[in-house]
């Protein structure tokens, strides 16, 4: 991963240009790169939503809504943190965001520490969300790299067949699959066939019914 993934970034997305400034002049204290924007299409067609951040967003933006814009975040699939510091909030508000998944919900004005503890926490979550979902797409895309044949061994290898029993089922010689096995954990960067378990489940694939019988491969 990148200095850049492990760094984060903060965004502050308010229309108000005092109030960005005043947000980004605070959080600037806490090392990490600031962007501001007037409004949510910018803040969205700006940034990586693939990349660790933190977005100090108000709730009124004019051209969307803040909770449209922690829609969009999320239907990404993104590792941005939301943190709500809106002027015009309400109970329903409040909980629908954190029911959403945002972070904290605020409402202005706020104390400039309690802001600076919160978006820091959100922070370092949204830097271990993102470094788990670059972790999955390397895996996924090693995946991609197996061969068709190479795919047919691995599911029968996860599931503790022995490999005499893999090599009738696929017609194939015991040295063929012992050849495939090889391939498959230099393509798959595993050390090991329960690091390699590990690795697929960390993507869901396959459904597995247990690994304590893998230790005798």
Request: hydrophobic share 40%; glycine share 6%.
């Amino acid at each position: 991963m990148t200095s850049e993934l492990h760094r984060g970034h903060v965004y502050i997305v308010d229309p108000d240009p005092r109030s960005r400034t005043a947000c980004a002049v605070l959080l600037h204290s806490l090392g990490y790169p600031i962007s501001e924007f007037p409004n949510g299409r910018d803040f969205l067609d700006a940034i990586d939503p693939m990349g660790p951040g933190c977005v100090v967003l108000e709730g009124s933006l004019g051209d969307m809504s803040g909770a449209d814009v922690q829609a969009q975040l999320t239907a990404l699939g993104s590792p941005i943190t939301v943190v709500f510091v809106t002027r015009h909030g309400d109970v329903a508000s409040a909980v629908a965001s954190i029911r959403a998944g945002a972070a904290h919900y605020l409402l202005k004005p706020v104390r400039e520490q309690q802001l600076l503890d919160i978006v820091n926490r959100a922070m370092r979550r949204s830097i271990e969300d993102a470094g788990r979902a670059n972790a999955r797409r390397v895996i996924v895309s090693h995946l991609a790299s197996l061969t068709l044949r190479e795919r047919e061994v691995l599911a029968q290898l996860v599931e503790g067949v022995h490999y005499d029993r893999v090599s009738v089922e696929l017609g194939i010689t015991k040295r063929t699959v012992e050849a495939h096995r090889r391939r498959i954990m230099e393509k798959m960067r595993a050390r090991s066939l329960p690091q390699l378990i590990d690795q697929l489940a960390q993507v869901g694939w396959p459904r597995l019914r247990s690994t304590s019988h893998l230790q005798a491969h």
